[in-house]
């Protein structure tokens, strides 16, 4: 199960999917979250947890409520998968992440300098889900990082050379964070992708497809 990075739809995962389905004959679950590709946008309701309860609904319509799942995330999206970990330990065997976005007093910081700087109207209609995205980042971000992903998860974290953020220092604090993030854990696994931009998925989709196909193999058969 997919989880895109912020400001993406599901097509993200794309090219990806369709090679992991054809080599697994797997199901794939791709999704776009609220405000982003085919979905609407509930402003009453738009935080991380009533997304997940969303997704978790929208699991149970399809029948895979209760499947044993391989989340892979990217980014923001590793909020997500965090948090259906946290509500859903039995059911995650494992998660890997690209570059992820890790909760923490230092990225509160960051999202409440990047928010205090917006305007709601200088978005498009059809941009309004990245400015709820990024109004209340600070807010989900102080959530998730209540919620522990349980130790028995097998996490694989893959982080790119390249930082998604303007300033060295703060592409620095992010690398720090998934550093410390895997340091903290015993089965986990750092992984540098050379050369990479933010978007592993665009520039370096062989490696994730390898990874994925190595931890399914060796865990969901």
Known sequence: MFE????????QWDSISTVLHDKLNATIITYDRQGFGQSGLDTSKFN?????KGLELGL????????????????LGAFYSRLYAFRNPQLVKGIIMLDPRIPSYADMKFARSVSSKLKQA?????DLGLYYVLT??????????RK????????INI????GPFETEEENDRFKLAQRN????RENARLINAKGSSHNIPQDQPEVVISEILNFYRDNLR
């Open 4 to 11: 895109s990075g912020g400001g993406l739809d599901a097509r």
């Open 48 to 52: 991380v947890l009533d997304e997940i």
């Open 60 to 75: 149970e319509r399809l029948g895979y409520a209760n499947k044993s799942k391989l989340l892979v995330c990217h980014s």
């Open 122 to 126: 200088d978005f498009s209609k059809e």
């Open 136 to 145: 209340e980042m600070e807010r989900n971000s102080d959530f998730v990082r």
């Open 148 to 155: 522990s992903i349980p130790p028995n998860i097998p996490i």
């Open 159 to 162: 982080m790119a050379e390249q």
């Open 181 to 184: 993030f895997i340091n903290k």
